[in-house]
């Protein structure tokens, strides 16, 4: 059975930092996906980033990047000029082909002022 | 931008009672499914549904859990006599083939 760690429940960062959120996971599967999603207090899931594990190259979006290490099952998630609304839960997520997905815990990111 | 619809945001029901949570996917969306979070906890999969039957659920989608699309376009969860654990958010997910999943923006159901 896959599983998603995220071993940081909270982190906080000064406004304009940079931030890494860490992730393992584990999987015998070959071809999956990977995602961080954004929580605010809304609750609502926001995708952040996402990379396919065929891939090689780390997925970046502005200020999201990632840094995957398939051998090492890490997905770590890099956020630049952290920003006030940056402010949320973040949850790493991992799918299969059936795009079932299996989140980790969350770690809560308070950026400071 | 097309989004997937949830309705309704917030529900307060008596326990023992049904509830009926409503989903409006994205409209070329075929695959659907129902997460559920626990306040303060991780967000779990509960069920997929495609082609009219579910493809598969988790253990936590016991007999109270049900799921159907009665009119081709909405997609519902149904839980039949609520408890009090039954308290969470639920978030209904759709997707294309071969694409990650859309995420709506979530019902909170409090049972009292």
């Known amino acids: 059975a896959q599983t998603v760690t995220q071993s940081q429940p909270e982190m906080s960062v000064q406004e304009a930092e940079t931030v890494t959120l860490s992730c393992t996971y584990d999987t015998s599967e070959n071809n999956y996906y990977l995602f961080w999603y954004k929580q605010p207090p809304s609750r609502q899931m926001i995708l952040v980033i996402r990379?396919?594990?065929?891939?090689?190259q780390n997925a970046t979006e502005n200020r999201f990047s990632v840094n995957f290490q398939k051998a090492a099952k890490s997905f770590s998630l890099k956020i630049s000029d952290s920003q006030l609304g940056d402010t949320a839960m973040y949850f790493c997520?991992?799918?299969?082909?059936?795009?079932?997905?299996?989140f980790g815990t969350g770690t809560r990111l308070k950026v400071l002022a | 931008e097309p989004e997937v619809t949830q309705t309704p945001s917030h529900q307060v029901t008596q326990m023992g009672q049904e509830v009926i949570l409503r989903c409006v996917p994205i409209s070329n969306h075929l695959y659907f499914y129902w997460y559920r979070q626990i306040l303060g906890q991780k967000v779990e999969f509960l069920v997929s549904?495609?082609?009219?039957?579910?493809?598969?659920k988790s253990e936590i989608f016991d007999d109270q859990f049900s799921v159907e699309r009665p009119d081709g376009s909405n997609f519902t969860l149904k839980i039949r006599s609520t408890k009090l654990e039954d308290s969470a958010m639920y978030f209904c997910?759709?997707?294309?083939?071969?694409?990650?999943?859309?995420f709506g923006q979530g019902t909170r159901l409090t049972v009292v």
């Open positions: 549904f495609y082609n009219n039957e579910i493809s598969e």
């Open positions: 997910a759709t997707r294309q083939a071969n694409t990650e999943a859309f």
């Open positions: 997520a991992f799918a299969s082909g059936t795009y079932k997905y299996i």
């Open positions: 990379q396919e594990a065929y891939k090689q």
